[in-house]
């Protein structure tokens, strides 16, 4: 399911039973981070974030281990974890072939209260499998639309890079406008799915970021996982604007 960067250990199989008290299930804060890199051995920036992923999921582990354990019977069905889980799925490894699993991934997404998209930026949206991924998964009727509030309240987080400097994202550079400028989409798909889309993370000029930028990058993204949902300026940001689609926006079976 999980590429580990060269050196690092393969992500550990949780155990077979989960135990604890109904109460510290029901506490728990689920976090998702969904990686979409169709060349993660390539990729610095990408492989820092990884390795960053699993050492707040280690540490988090070790944390907890007198108090709760946790299930994942199949790496594609849907799991109950212990307080404040942190799971990662490599999209290009679970789907080499593009032939999604709806069913599995939307099960996955049951419960979860912050998703995290990682990837890079390739010309100016997702790469190919996340769009293919957001078409099937996020469906009518599911995601959005009559009955579609499987997401409802879910947050949102996008954590990107670009091959640009920040300086080639403005009037004067060759990208012309602000990177803000190319997040609506993202922004009104929270919306239409009934999540709430927080500030991105966002690493320009990937390609030339030497190892104490990318240290410092994944470093601020490891913070970031390990206190959510205790971001302080969380408590400022409202829920995306409600968008009901009604029924006959799509023909009849």
């Known amino acids: ?53 699993l050492a707040v999921r280690t540490t988090r582990k070790a944390d907890r281990a007198d108090r709760t354990s946790t299930t994942r019977p199949d790496p594609m069905g849907p799991y109950t974890a212990g307080p404040n889980t942190t799971e990662l799925r490599d999209l290009y490894t679970l789907y080499p072939d593009y032939l999604i699993d709806v069913a599995a991934e939307q099960a996955v997404l049951v419960g979860v209260d912050l998703l995290v998209w990682l990837h890079p930026i390739h010309w100016y949206g997702m790469p190919p499998l996340m769009k293919l991924w957001l078409d099937e998964v996020f469906a009518f009727g599911w995601a959005y639309g009559p009955g579609g509030h499987a997401l409802r309240g879910t947050d949102l987080w996008l954590v990107t890079s670009t091959g640009g400097p920040e300086s ?7 990208n012309r406008y602000f990177f803000d400028a190319f997040l609506p989409p993202y922004e009104q798909t929270a919306n239409l799915a009934g ?38 300026e969380l408590d400022e940001i409202e829920a995306g604007t409600a968008c009901d689609v009604p029924a006959d926006a799509r023909p009849a079976d």
């Open 1 to 53: 399911m999980l590429r580990a960067p060269a050196g690092l250990p393969a992500p550990d199989k949780p155990p077979a039973t989960a135990q604890g008290p109904p109460e510290t299930l029901s506490a728990m804060t689920r976090i998702l981070v969904l990686l979409a890199h169709p060349q993660l051995e390539s990729s610095s920036v990408a492989r820092a974030l990884v390795e960053a992923t």
């Open 168 to 174: 080639s994202y403005r009037g004067d550079g060759y």
């Open 195 to 232: 999540m709430r889309f927080l500030p991105p993370l966002v690493l320009h000029g990937a390609h030339r970021a030497d190892a104490a930028e990318l240290a410092r990058h994944a470093a601020v993204y490891a913070e970031r996982l390990d206190t959510y949902p205790h971001w302080p």
